[in-house]
Structures are given as structure tokens and as C-alpha cells.
């Protein structure tokens, strides 16, 4: 796993920066008949992703202590991915930011040439607390870590949540 900032943005040619990739190897596991990565095995993928990002912010790696709950999960397919292609996946909230909720973005492109985007997702995460069983606010040192990390919702193609 490593962070690294300036992947080109989709067909734009400007460098946009992203808090945090990872590299994600197609298994055999994960293709369908048509050698095609199947949908769904880019849920786990954001799963990754999400807990990578979101679990420093908390000082922490252990995801027992997540204060956030799923809202909505969205992933857009764009181009076929296959047995053995690596592509990297990447993540950054969307701003705006809500009070108890916030989106989180992703896309996943060949490490050689990040023009080629093989899906971007979204999920909209709300803060939580579990011992109460209700929604909160979001932190304020998680808030504005997310605000200096985050990106354009509709700069990405989603609405906001």
C-alpha cells in the first residue's frame, strides 16, 4: 500500500491530486465467462480503499473503531479490465461536505496510462455513533482533514449526496 498524489484526471490532461491509491491485481476469482473484471468485485475494492483512507484520520488501522456507516454505494463501469491486469484505485472525499455525511470518490485506471479509467464509484458515508445507534456530526480534525483532501463532487461526474 502507498500513498501518492498527481494522477492525470480522466481525459482532462490536468493533474489532480488524490489522497491515497493502491495497486489491485485482477484474480481469476474476480472475472466473469467473458474474462471481464465481474461489477461487484469493485465493492470490496472501494471497501479497501475507504478503510485505507479513513482509519489514519481516525489514528488507528483497526476497523472496529470506524465511526462511519454505509449510506449508498455507485460504481460506473467504463472499460473491460481482465485476468492479470493491475490497475490502481484511488480514493478522495467529494466536497461538498455535509454535516453528518460526506462522499467519498473513487476511480480505477491502468498505472501506465491513468486516461484509461476502468470505473469510478462513490459512496456516501455517515458518521455514526454505535453505542447510541444514531447519526453525529462529523469530527472537526476529521473535517478538515477531509476538506484539504477533498474533490469536486461534479468535477467527477456525480451529484452531491
Known sequence: MSTQKGVASEGSGAVRS???RRRFEITYHDVDALNH?????????METLRCDYYLPLLSTND???LD???AEATCRFLAPAGYGTVMVGEVAPG???GRTSFALLYRFTAPDHPETVYARGRTVVVCY???KAQKKPIE???RARLEEDAVPISGEGWSSP
Open 18 to 20: 488524490w489522497p491515497h
Open 68 to 70: 462511519i456507516i454505509l
Open 129 to 131: 455513533d454505535y453505542t
Open 37 to 45: 473484471l465481474n461489477h461487484a468485485a469493485y465493492f470490496p475494492f
Open 63 to 65: 476497523p472496529r473503531e
Open 140 to 142: 472537526p480534525k476529521v
Open 95 to 97: 466536497s461538498p461536505l
